[in-house]
Nanobody, 124 residues
Framework: QVQLVESGGGLVQAGGSLRLSCAASGRSFSNYAMGWFRQAPGKEREFVGCIRRSGVNMYYADSVKGRFTISRDNAKNMVYLQMNSLKPEDTAVYYC?????????????????WGQGTQVTVSS
């Protein structure tokens, strides 16, 4: 079992930056690929990006590519989402998620464990 807790959300002006953190419990954190998703009011949960177990490879949604960066520290059981050049359309609740056996990088249904989410609001 893996428990996930996100932090770092808040209110930021357009063009600003935020760094989200996700703390994972459990000794097998390095066995999980980690993803970030977001969900705006009235919309479906959307893939933001993910990072492989080793932390070497990352994949991003086109909407955030070049602005967001995912990293992880397996020694600390942490995964991060650095968000730069934020836009009002980035406003959403952001979730981290863990996937054991990788079947699909971008589908929420493929992830086994989820955090409770952290709100990010970008003002124009």
């Amino acid at each position: 079992q893996v428990q996930l807790v996100e932090s770092g959300g808040g209110l930021v002006q357009a063009g600003g930056s935020l760094r989200l953190s996700c703390a994972a419990s459990g000794r097998s954190f390095s066995n999980y690929a980690m993803g970030w998703f977001r969900q705006a009011p009235g919309k479906e949960r959307e893939f933001v990006g993910c990072i492989r177990r080793s932390g070497v490879n990352m994949y991003y949604a086109d909407s955030v590519k070049g602005r967001f960066t995912i990293s992880r520290d397996n020694a600390k059981n942490m995964v991060y989402l650095q968000m730069n050049s934020l836009k009002p359309e980035d406003t959403a609740v952001y979730y981290c998620a863990a996937q054991g056996t990788v079947v699909n990088w971008s589908s929420p249904a493929a992830y086994d464990y989820w955090g409770q989410g952290t709100q990010v609001t970008v003002s124009s």
